[in-house]
């Protein structure tokens, strides 16, 4: 199985301050067949399911605004909020989609400093 | 666009069988493109895939492993839904249970959500 491990569990940033979560895969999830890294990004705020933010590790999801960017590839990747609003204070999931077995990280929580 | 409607019961009785629905609107449970999921999320355990269906010429399924020996998903063509059915549910099943579309699969469209409690 591959694990997914995002660091750190929790962050706090100043509004319009940029912020990073980070993810690490225990094995590559990278595709040389069709040259993508099969990692997506959600965001979940209270009460609601988790949103697609980002899939195939850096193409933003329809309607998602730009502010949110992902990179890397292989075992790491990373989800930039270049510039947080009040509106993106949640939780935030990578997740695999490499293997015939999905699996999630264990979730950033985002707040306001 | 596309819509999940989740329906079941919220509380199941310790050994029984957890029964829940999807019912799509806007996609086909017969799409050759896409997959039908069942997610569940729970404090102890966060998010945890369970298992998917999926139609490509013919239907296929996967399971979790940490329910495989328990859990079967279904596709209903005549009502364009499709369910999930875990037998000998523990207190440990507590929790949120969606139902979600796959492309490739990241997860592109959610049901609401159903709170499920195990408890006598």
């Known amino acids: 199985d591959i694990v997914m491990t995002q660091s750190p569990d929790s962050l706090a940033v100043s509004l319009g301050e940029r912020a990073t979560i980070n993810c690490k895969s225990s094995?590559?999830?990278?595709?040389?067949?069709?040259?993508?890294?099969?990692l997506a990004w959600y965001q979940q705020k209270p009460g609601q399911p988790p949103k697609l933010l980002i899939y195939?590790?850096?193409i933003r999801e329809s309607g998602v605004p730009d502010r949110f960017s992902g990179s890397g590839s292989g075992t790491d990747f990373t989800l930039t909020i270049s510039s947080l609003q009040a509106e993106d204070v949640a939780v935030y999931y990578c997740?695999?989609?490499?293997?015939?077995?999905?699996?999630f990280g264990q979730g950033t929580r985002v707040e306001i400093k | 666009q596309v819509q999940l409607q989740q329906s079941g019961p919220g509380l199941v009785k310790p050994s029984q069988t957890l029964s829940l629905t999807c019912a799509i609107s806007?996609?086909?449970?017969?799409?050759?493109?896409?997959?039908w999921n069942w997610i569940r999320q729970s404090p102890s355990r966060g998010l945890e895939w369970l298992g998917r269906?999926?139609?490509?010429?013919?239907?296929?399924?996967d399971y979790a492993v940490s329910v495989k020996s328990r859990i079967t998903i279904n596709p209903d063509t005549s009502k364009n839904q499709f369910s999930l059915q875990l037998n000998s549910v523990t207190p440990d099943d507590t929790a949120v249970y969606y139902c979600?579309?796959?492309?490739?699969?990241?997860?592109?469209?959610w049901g609401q959500g159903t709170m499920l409690t195990v408890s006598s």
């Open positions: 269906t999926y139609y490509r010429s013919k239907w296929y399924n």
């Open positions: 094995q590559s999830v990278f595709s040389s067949s069709i040259n993508k890294s099969s």
């Open positions: 195939w590790a850096s």
């Open positions: 979600a579309r796959g492309i490739n699969t990241a997860f592109d469209n």
């Open positions: 806007g996609d086909s449970v017969s799409s050759n493109s896409v997959a």
């Open positions: 997740q695999q989609f490499y293997s015939i077995l999905p699996a």
